[in-house]
Antibody
């Protein structure tokens, strides 16, 4: 069974940093692209960032480009999101999601399954 | 950025009824559209990808159709567990985008 377990969320002041982790199991981690998607309280889903199975190719939403960094450690089956210069608008539940395939395969940007998410609150 | 507009925002139906949900893209996404189901307090679950392909384990009562800019998710006969929020997503262009969601509630 595929399992994704996020950790690292919490309360942080504006301008602060957090690193989220997503521990994956139940599949060959390096064979799949992975992504982060967030959902602000009471709002819809917003794609944040994606990374290829090798880790060499990354993509970012304009809203986080330059202050979030996605990475992965295939030896540890773990996905990361380094979040710097956090602002109130970054407050959300952050979920990691496994893609159906890896780039440039067609299923690489369909997300299945998703983790339960970790809450990040940016507030003073 | 491709904007996805879902309608209606809320759909009030009874178990056993047919649900028809719409997702319209601001420009063509070909067939690169997916649908997800999200229940309160749960992670989204992939239902349909590439407009009409059911994901693994998804019941046959869920079907997707459309191409270009207009897409439909149909639930042929609502089961009690189908009352949830449904999101569409496109992967035609970066950035990946989601619609605002349609809530299917019990009438």
């Amino acid at each position: 069974e595929v399992q994704l377990l996020e950790s690292g969320g919490g309360l942080v002041q504006p301008g602060g940093s957090l690193r989220l982790s997503c521990a994956a199991s139940g599949f060959t981690f390096s064979n799949y692209a992975m992504s982060w998607v967030r959902q602000a309280p009471g709002k819809g889903l917003e794609w944040v960032s994606s990374i290829s199975g090798s880790g060499y190719t990354t993509y970012y939403a304009d809203s986080v480009k330059g202050h979030f960094t996605i990475s992965r450690d295939n030896s540890k089956n773990t996905l990361y999101l380094q979040m710097d210069s956090l602002r109130a608008g970054d407050t959300a539940v952050y979920s990691c999601a496994k893609s159906l395939g890896d780039y440039p395969q067609g299923g690489s940007n369909w997300f299945d399954p998703w983790g339960q998410g970790t809450l990040v609150t940016v507030s003073s | 950025e491709i904007v996805l507009t879902q309608s209606p925002a809320t759909l009030s139906l009874s178990p056993g009824e047919r649900a028809t949900l719409s997702c319209r893209a601001s420009q063509s996404v070909s067939y690169f559209l997916a649908w997800y189901q999200q229940k309160p307090g749960q992670a989204p679950r992939l239902l349909i990808y590439d407009a009409s392909n059911r994901a693994t384990g998804i019941p046959a009562r869920f079907s997707g159709s459309g191409s270009g800019t207009d897409f439909t998710l149909t639930i042929s006969s609502l089961e009690p567990e189908d009352f949830a929020v449904y999101h569409c997503q496109q992967r035609s262009n970066w950035p990946l985008t989601f619609g605002g969601g349609t809530k299917v509630e019990i009438k």
